[in-house]
């Protein structure tokens, strides 16, 4: 057996792979996998379907239902375009904060989740602990699901989920929920000086995207509800973050590609905004094809996640607040892991080092304080299993 690694050292390796959701993940994965193999823990993986990236879970302790999952995902978001000051992909530690893509989000927490499995795995705890690492989470949590459903057919069943996202090592209880689609506006191309006998797909597709902005005004005026209040905003928000079309300025424009993504409070459901849009989606299509007969517009999902709902008496609520000490009500308006866990029958809460307001940015860093809060928050784990 070789010497098990710090924390810090196992982040720091983390960070060195450049596990953008875009690429494979599979040399982090080899790397674990073969670093636990070396500590005397067995690993499985589920493959991505096209083979490309994979999940990796693992069990340490009693053969034995009952346990505690740390959940966290390999992948990390784009650097390009964004000024970094450092080497997005070496750890470089300045003036008390982490620097690196992933630190906050979330390869720090992985870090102490695989440092933890291996000190219950030597130190022979009597409840199990279990390792799960998805793929892919950043581009709409499309890597759990699978994963989750391998882990209860191969590992006895853990009874709390923790999954480490950015709360500030703050119990978070609830989520929303989030829905995206890409849609596809398809139009007739004409001459520009001709356009009323042409469809345009790009001024087709603004109608949706106004509409969305029309959503969000009126989203923003209602009388909040009370389940609700504790969210930042506490109204849905519909947002278009990507776009592409046309071919040339004096061309009706024949194709529009852009998302529409739904952040839903628990007021109210994702199929209930499925539906509304698939009505706005079927009026400007009728709108299109009075023109043309040939115009039209698909939606397809890219990624729903289900809300985290706050559990009466939940186990894993209750790991985190007595280890965090943390009795205070939060909830987050990002969508996580953790929501498909509890659809999966598992209690299930948020609590990991660092601030959300860090991930995804230039720069992204954790705090040493944060990290060593993490430390502490799975030194106290084991004490407890
Ligand atoms: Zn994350």
């Known amino acids: 057996m070789t010497q098990p690694l710090a924390a810090r050292t196992l982040m720091e390796k983390l960070v060195s792979f450049p596990t953008v959701s875009r690429d494979s993940n599979l040399p982090l994965i080899d790397w674990v ?17 096209d083979g490309g990236k994979a999940a990796l879970f693992a069990h340490a302790g009693p053969n034995a239902a009952g346990g505690v999952v740390l959940s966290g995902h390999t992948d990390v978001v784009p650097v390009d375009g964004q000024p970094w000051n450092t080497d997005p992909f070496t750890v470089t530690e300045k003036d008390g904060r982490i620097y690196g893509r992933g630190t906050c989000d979330m390869k720090g927490f992985d870090a102490l989740a695989i440092w933890a499995l291996v000190e219950a795995h030597h130190r022979g705890v009597k409840r199990p602990l279990q390792l799960a690492l998805s793929y892919d989470e950043e581009v709409g949590c499309i890597g759990a699901p699978p994963m989750i459903d391998r882990m209860l057919q191969v590992l006895p069943k853990a009874s709390a989920v923790i999954v480490g ?18 849609t596809h506006v398809v139009g007739f191309e004409v001459h520009s000086s001709l356009m009323h006998t042409g469809v345009n797909a790009i001024m087709s597709g603004a109608k949706l995207i106004e509409w969305a902005n029309e959503m969000n005004q009126q989203n923003s005026a209602k009388p909040v509800d009370v389940i609700d209040a504790a969210f930042y905003p506490p109204w849905t928000t519909l947002h278009v973050g990507m776009i592409e079309g046309g071919t040339a300025h004096n061309i009706t424009a024949k194709d529009c590609r852009f998302g529409v993504d739904f952040r839903c409070v628990p007021s109210e459901t994702l199929a209930g905004w499925e539906e509304l849009y698939r009505a706005k989606v079927r009026e400007v299509e009728a709108e299109m094809q009075a023109v043309h007969p040939e115009a039209w517009i698909k939606i397809k999902e890219r990624f729903s996640v289900p809300a985290l709902r706050g559990e009466t008496e939940g186990e894993a609520e209750r790991i985190a607040r007595q280890l965090t000490g943390d009795n205070a009500n939060h909830v987050v308006s990002y969508g996580t892991e953790a929501g498909q866990f509890q659809e999966r029958g598992y209690s299930a809460v948020i609590c990991g080092p660092g601030d959300i307001a860090q991930a995804h940015q230039p720069n992204e860093y954790i705090t040493a304080q944060q990290f060593s809060a993490g430390e502490a928050f799975m030194a106290r784990l084991l004490d407890s299993l």
């Open 33 to 49: 996998e073969e670093y636990l193999d070396t500590q005397g823990i067995a690993c499985h993986r589920h493959y991505s379907p």
């Open 165 to 182: 996202e950015p709360s500030m090592m703050q119990a978070v209880t609830g989520h929303k929920g989030g829905k995206g689609f890409h």
